[in-house]
């Protein structure tokens, strides 16, 4: 039963309608990484705290080396006592995390896979019921095949397949590294799995301000009418970070920006943002709206025109206050990289809503603050009553959609200062998640273990979707492939990136907004 503050509280009313999941098993492969200690072990316990796991749960790890079940309760325990977003309560974790099982193996020996399913059955025998399994696969992405096809050949991919305990599969991103490795992921998935058993994760879906896209634009009429080419000046998506690649150089240098944030996160706004209302909430329907936003942008070609897209580094500066290295004396990074940490691109989408106004992309690391917003940009009213500037300070009326933090929306509207003369100003009207709904927000890896758990893909990607993003991306990394470090931009740690960047909106008049609320 929750307690009386837990039902009231208005982002557990919506996770509640998901229960029902049949009785579950939850694989990790890569069960002593560091995205299993800080967000999915935390997310389970958050969702157990919450009553949301089915009562016949179990947790198993899968690694390389060897650990007893009783060593891996520990460190669970570990990772929920220290990552964790709500207190630790021993008795609510000790349903699941003392059941917590732990199996050895090679991810790419078929042995392993067998007894797993061994084990699985014993589950079975033990509470008399059967189960369904969902892998969840967050090994580095060397390993995402032979998992897959390990799964094929133990039969377990496809236990009890067309019944509700059919076996799920999450992978973890980067899902490929460009169009061709994509394809082939895919085609290694669906030889093992129907798509409907897959879900691809990208955890910018899971924030509730993400899933919030969805409702701010069609739960509403207002914004509707005014959302195409006839009132919109241009769109800006901005996902900005502060940190560096700290501990991840080496995975880093073979990503960059636009592999590691553009291709997944970045992509996933632009589609929500501009895509077209979908014919119900169905996961197929919304993801097809989002595969036809994604199939009408242009792509670029940047050996006929380079001035589309952005790259740079960053080089030493100053993250508040205090002096912080540049990307290549960062740890693991070649002294002579020609990985991005920032991306700027400029976007056209070819269909009747969108011609014409350009989509603004900017995501790095280093940046002057932590910030991922939507800001779209109306066009301005005629010229006529307020054409003084001396008078009339004007904004573009502007809609930021803040992603994180500090989440909400703001409106960007002009008003009359008080007073007996007529003057105005910009004023911004706000909603903030924090002061309406309280900030204990669940994090997005809890609804997306939730929602794998009992079948929703809604928020996972799509196998077409990921290719389409990947379709666009990949004439851009093979241009800058042939370049290598030539064309790099630089900009201080702690700026709000190139000026080159800057120079991509000149050309429309535009310029980049000072992100945040
Ligand atoms: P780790 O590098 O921590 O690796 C996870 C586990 O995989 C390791 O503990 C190890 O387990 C096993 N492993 C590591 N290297 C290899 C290798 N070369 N061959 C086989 N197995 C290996 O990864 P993360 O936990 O950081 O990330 C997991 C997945 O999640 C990745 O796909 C990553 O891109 C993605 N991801 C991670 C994020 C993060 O913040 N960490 C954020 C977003 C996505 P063992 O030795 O026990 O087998
Ligand atoms: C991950 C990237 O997908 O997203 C990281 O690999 C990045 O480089 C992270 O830091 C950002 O996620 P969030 O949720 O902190 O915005």
Redesign the pocket.
């Known amino acids: 039963m929750l307690s009386d503050e837990k039902q009231r509280h208005p982002f557990l009313e919506g996770l509640s309608k998901h229960r029902g999941a049949p009785p579950t098993v939850v694989v990790i492969f890569g069960a002593s990484g560091d995205l299993t200690a800080r967000k999915l072990v935390p997310a389970i316990y958050n969702l157990s705290l919450d009553n949301l796991l089915p009562p016949d749960f179990y947790l198993v790890g899968f690694g390389r080396k060897p650990l007893a079940d009783n060593a891996f309760r520990e460190a669970v325990t570990e990772a929920v006592r220290s990552y964790s977003r709500r207190e630790f309560q021993p008795e609510i974790w000790k349903r699941v995390g003392g059941n917590a099982l732990y199996h050895q193996g090679a991810y790419d020996e078929p042995a392993p896979y067998r007894s797993l399913r061994e084990r699985i059955e014993a589950v079975e025998a033990e509470i008399g019921r059967e189960v369904q399994v969902v892998f969840y696969i967050s090994t580095p992405p060397s390993v995402f095949k032979p998992i897959l096809e390990n799964l094929g050949a133990s039969g377990l991919a496809r236990r009890h397949l067309h019944t509700p305990f059919a076996s799920k599969v999450v992978i973890e991103?980067p899902f490929g590294s460009d169009l061709e490795s994509a394809r082939e992921l895919n085609r290694v998935i669906t030889e093992q799995f129907d798509e409907r058993q897959v879900y691809r994760i990208d955890?910018y879906l899971g924030k509730e301000t993400v899933q919030d896209l969805l409702v701010q634009r069609f739960a509403n009429s207002i914004f509707e009418p005014l959302w195409n080419r006839r009132y919109v000046e241009c769109v800006q998506i901005t996902v900005a970070?502060d940190?560096g690649v700290g501990s991840r150089g080496s995975y880093y240098e073979q990503s960059g920006a636009m592999r590691?944030?553009i291709q997944n996160?970045t992509m996933q706004l632009l589609s929500l943002i501009a895509m077209e209302p979908p014919v119900s909430l169905d996961p197929e329907d919304i993801r097809d709206e989002k595969v036809k936003l994604l199939k009408a942008i242009q792509p670029l070609d940047l050996d006929e025109n380079a001035s589309d897209v952005v790259r740079a580094q960053y080089s030493e500066g100053l993250i508040g206050g205090r002096k912080v290295l540049g990307y290549t004396d960062e740890e693991g990074v070649a002294s002579n990289s020609a990985t991005e940490t920032y991306t700027a691109l400029r976007l056209s989408i070819n269909n009747w809503r969108w011609a014409g106004v350009p989509f603004y992309m900017r995501s790095g690391k280093r940046m002057a603050r932590r910030v991922?917003e939507i800001a779209v940009q109306f066009k301005r009213p005629p010229g006529i009553l307020f054409s003084d500037a001396e008078r009339f300070d004007l904004a573009s009326n502007t809609m930021v959609i803040q992603i994180?933090p500090d989440e909400g929306t703001t409106l960007l509207l002009n008003s009359k200062i008080p007073g007996l003369e007529t003057r105005t100003q910009p004023v911004k009207m706000h909603f903030r998640y924090r002061t309406t709904y309280g900030s204990n927000t669940p994090e997005a890896y809890e609804r997306l273990i939730l929602d794998a758990m009992v079948g929703d893909s809604t928020l996972f990607i799509r196998g077409d979707e990921t290719e389409a993003s990947w379709y666009l991306i990949t004439p851009i990394l093979e241009h800058w492939r042939k370049l290598g470090r030539r064309g790099m931009a630089s900009y201080v740690a702690g700026s709000w990136g190139p000026l080159a960047s800057e120079r991509l909106l000149w050309d429309n008049r535009h310029e980049w907004r000072r992100a945040g609320p």
């Open positions: 991103k955890h970070e940190l590691d944030m996160h991922s994180q």
